[in-house]
Each structure stands twice: as structure tokens, then as C-alpha cells.
Nanobody, 123 residues
């Protein structure tokens, strides 16, 4: 099994909701779990990081109040509400054996990546 398996995503109308999942094949108790996205023609950007040890999460301003990251055992969920067209992107989860660096993972500290899942927000 791949270290991180992503699921969810798809097409949703503006204002709608989606939930993404990121299942790890290892314990997340001592990892940070980050969410990233890459829109067409743009660089990949971090927007959320959750601490596997204390379950606390931080968010970029662009998603704060609309997106929520939670963890249940070895699966991390990204609940996305009030979606906008600018949220259209391929979404990735990643892990680090270190701490979150704000809403991202520490530079050079990522050990695993999910394969990504496409989210399209369009009417």
C-alpha cells in the first residue's frame, strides 16, 4: 500500500462542499500533515497543516473559516465549504516527521506525498 492514499474530490458548484481524505499506512501520532494545492498554471501552495500529536491545525487566510482539517486515527480529512472557483486545483496531502511550520510543512522536511486529487469548482 502507498504511504498516503487520497480520495474524494470532483466537480462541485460554487458555494458547495467537498471532503477529501488522506489515509496513511503508518501512525500519524508523530507527524505533521500538510495540505497543498496546485491550480492550473500556478505553483503549488500550502494552505493547512495539522499536528498529529495534538490535532491542532493552522490555515492560510485564503481558506480560513471555510476549510477544516481533522484527523481520525490514521486518516486526515479536509472539509471544504463555501467553495469558490479559485479553489479549483489539484489537492495533495503530505507528511513530515517534524512540526508544522505555520500552515505549512518545514522546508525539506516532507517524507511522503499523496498522488493528488482534482477539485473543480464550476457552475
Amino acid at each position: 500500500q502507498a504511504p498516503l492514499v487520497q480520495s474524494g474530490g470532483g466537480l462541485v458548484q460554487p458555494g458547495g462542499s467537498l471532503r477529501l481524505s488522506c489515509e496513511a499506512s503508518f501512525t500519524l501520532d508523530h507527524h505533521a500533515i500538510g495540505w497543498f494545492r496546485q491550480a492550473p498554471g500556478k505553483e503549488r501552495e500550502a494552505f493547512s497543516c495539522l499536528s498529529g500529536s495534538n490535532y491542532s491545525a493552522d490555515y492560510a487566510d485564503s481558506v480560513k473559516g471555510r476549510f477544516t482539517t481533522t484527523r481520525v486515527k490514521n486518516t486526515v480529512y479536509l472539509q471544504m465549504n463555501s467553495l469558490r472557483s479559485e479553489d479549483t486545483a489539484t489537492y495533495y496531502c503530505a507528511t513530515s516527521p517534524y512540526w508544522c511550520s505555520g500552515y505549512g510543512l518545514p522546508a525539506g522536511g516532507t517524507d511522503y506525498w499523496g498522488k493528488g486529487t482534482l477539485v473543480t469548482v464550476s457552475s
